[in-house]
């Protein structure tokens, strides 16, 4: 195992692959941190600090006398047929929300942002990305770019608070009305391992979001990625 971070992390990637391999199911207890040690030649405290991020995350659970579980995890819906803000899919309490951004400016469109966005290559766009947390785990992670014509100044705001749709309906009148998406599967790339935690090569969904106006006029492309281990889509389908 070649460590290129904290070497706990490394093992906490391991045991999640172990977990969602099904080596380790609901239910099933880890191995102790002493043998862990030793099969990973570090020492117990380098072991505890990678199960105790896993129990901070409800992957598994420490209980006195059972050694350490691994627990079901409870899966997010994501909002099929409903336009919502990340913050408004949680607004009834199924989770407490965060986000960090990672980043926010304003970037000159490539080709292939251009067209997307239906604008000139060479043209200022707002670009701001974001990790989205549920109880201080990340489960998605977001990149949405706007024509910076119609958001002139916004890369000054802070987001880790605030609202990007707020923000557009209550400081630049532009309201967002309707949207498409396109949803894909893959297996998860190296920023994905990084910035989401999942182990690498495991599943995720990949979103691609055009937002509009009430008049139709394209708004805003949100690229997204979601864990496919924290989130399930439901549909209900009726017969015609």
Partial sequence: MVAKGPIYIDIKRSILEEIENGALPVGARLTPEVELAERYRVSRPTVRQAILELAREGVVSRRRGAGTVVMPRQRLSYPVGRLLSFTEEFAAGEGRTSSEV?????????????????????????????????????????????????????????????????TLRDTYRVVIASADERIQARTADRDDVRELAVVTGSAVFQVER??????????????????????EIRLTLNRS
């Fill in 102 to 166: 990672i980043r926010q400016e304003v970037i000159q469109a490539d080709p292939e942002l251009a067209v997307r966005l239906g604008v000139r290559v060479h043209t200022p766009v707002f670009q701001l990305e974001r990790i989205r947390r549920v109880d201080g785990q990340p489960v998605a992670r977001q990149r949405s770019s706007i024509a910076d014509s119609k958001v002139h100044g916004i890369e000054s705001l802070d987001f880790s608070q605030r609202s990007l749709y707020d």
């Fill in 210 to 231: 055009r937002s509009f106006d009430s008049n139709g006029d394209l708004v805003e492309v949100v690229d997204s990625v979601y864990r496919s281990d924290r989130y």
